[in-house]
């Protein structure tokens, strides 16, 4: 057996695993060598000069992982750009802005002993299973058991460079917030990057003017121990710090990011999460106006949501005269549908908001900013802002562990037979009962194996919480009649 599998953390999307159990340097420099190799060296820029541009997050071990991953690359006969400390989405500006591949040291809400790299090529474009992230793989693994020699190239450049004031103008000039009202929000970091991003973005550190926010910080300090709570805003015990503060300080709100701050969750001033649907079915209100007053024509913008996105945003995108376009679960999906329907935004009930001016990636701040400007533009607290998107009553993500996922999705199928649904299978099992009014609510149902765990994921949406509860507590006790545990 070689000395490391990476099978075994090399995911669809990314790499993620323990460090150094699976994740080290030689595993680092055997990855760095084989992405230039795979997309670097193929991906030169019109200069005819290949490159990559590297970032990490605040972990311990990211400093030495990445250097080790840029000596790979360099010795391909590829510059590297270091951009040092970075979220992820200051990578992807970073990738899009300089036209280079990029890699980004971070295992983002993952907790202290993982460590990991996401990678892209020029213009933040994915890098995962199906676009070469299998081929980087399988030549590190070669490299790693010394069946692969790579031949001689002349060693690549290798310099630093800062890009977080280019970063932050360049989001300040997708979001004016120079003239929003004053608003006081409370920002948790979770003691990564949002806290280095967040001062440099919405404050001065920059060199940027002051905005009329006054912003209380929490958990600023850079520490990839995570101190005081998971960097994970999905979960909800992670939020309560940022929810006892907001109503502690009166703010208008409360912003929430995870490890690599490439997603953002949102509180409104009663302390309450606002599900990423609704944030999703703002902010395309939002592309869709602007896109409009540019002189678009309404039915020629698109928006991108995934299957398990309310059905209130699509209701919301068609009430615009806009194209609501449904696809699977995961980054790769919705990158990929943006820029084929050359859309102007995505969402994804994960809280992971995808911009075409951000080159089709996901930035959790850019989301923010446009949170901020949607309050500070008019007078009415956030809770009313929202409640036009909140229509439905959300199940919100539960898992199930099971002997055999589509065994116990069949039988969820035999369960609905009797009743009148619609049924798709673009990403798991959706069933859809449209319902006539009150005396028959509408509700919808969606099922999705995970691919690397023996795990069912249940979403659950309806008219009413009555509803909503009555679907969910017997689609579960369908589930798992087969369960192993829950």
């Known amino acids: 057996m070689p000395p490391h599998n990476l099978s075994d953390f090399v995911k669809a999307y990314d790499v993620r695993g323990l460090v150094p159990e699976q994740l080290d340097v030689d595993v680092a420099w055997a990855l760095g060598a084989a992405f230039a190799e795979v997309v670097t060296s193929r991906e030169a820029p019109h200069d005819g000069r290949p490159g990559c541009v590297i970032g990490h997050d605040m972990r311990a071990t990211s400093p030495e992982l990445s250097q080790a991953f840029g000596k790979g690359v360099s010795s391909r006969g590829v510059d590297v750009t270091s951009i040092g400390l970075a979220s992820t989405d200051g990578l992807y500006f970073a990738s899009g802005h300089l036209d280079l591949a990029g890699a980004m040291f971070t295992a983002s809400h993952n907790p202290a002993a993982y460590n990991g790299i996401k990678l892209c090529r020029p213009g933040a474009r994915p890098v995962g299973q199906d676009s070469g992230l299998a081929d980087v793989r399988d030549l590190a693994q070669a490299i790693l058991d010394g069946t692969t020699e790579l031949g001689h190239e002349d060693e690549g450049a290798t310099t630093e460079r800062d890009v977080l004031a280019d970063y932050a103008a360049f989001l300040r000039g997708l979001v004016d917030l120079s003239a929003i009202r004053p608003l006081t929000v409370v920002v948790d970091a979770g003691n990564g990057m949002g806290g280095h991003t967040v001062p440099a973005v919405l404050g001065t550190q920059a060199g940027m003017p002051s905005l009329p926010l006054t912003v209380v910080p929490l958990y600023f300090e850079l520490d990839g121990t995570f101190p005081n709570h998971e960097a994970n805003p999905l979960e909800p015990a992670n939020l309560r710090d940022l929810q006892a503060a907001v109503v502690e300080h009166g703010a208008d709100l409360g912003l929430a990011f995870d490890g690599d701050a ?225």
Request: with cysteine; aromatic share 6%.
């Open 262 to 486: 490439d997603r953002c969750f949102v509180i409104d001033e009663h302390g309450d999460a606002v599900s990423p649907s609704a944030i999703t079915a703002l902010i395309a209100t939002r592309e869709v106006a602007r896109e409009v007053a540019s002189g678009t024509p309404a039915g020629d913008v698109s928006i991108v949501h995934n299957v398990i996105t309310s059905a209130q945003v699509p209701e919301v995108i068609a009430e615009l005269g806009a194209r609501a376009v449904r696809t699977r679960v995961g980054h790769s999906f919705i990158k990929g549908e943006m820029a084929r329907a050359n859309a102007v935004f995505g969402g994804e009930h994960s809280a992971h908001y995808y911009f075409r001016d951000f080159w089709f990636a996901d930035t959790g701040m850019l989301a923010a900013m446009h949170v901020l400007g949607a309050l500070g533009e008019q007078s009415e607290p956030l809770s009313e802002v929202m409640g036009d998107y909140t229509a439905y009553s959300a199940s919100g993500e539960i898992n199930s562990t099971v002997d055999d996922a589509a065994a116990s999705t069949a039988l969820v199928r035999d369960w609905a037979s009797d009743r009148e649904v619609e049924v798709d299978e673009l990403d798991g099992l959706t069933l859809t009962h449209p319902g006539d009014g009150e005396g028959d609510p509408m509700w919808w149902l969606n099922l999705r194996a995970s691919n690397t765990e023996p795990l069912l994921r249940l979403n659950v949406e309806a008219a009413d919480a009555d509803t909503m509860a009555a679907i969910r507590d017997d689609v579960l006790s369908v589930v798992r009649g087969t369960a192993r545990g829950n």
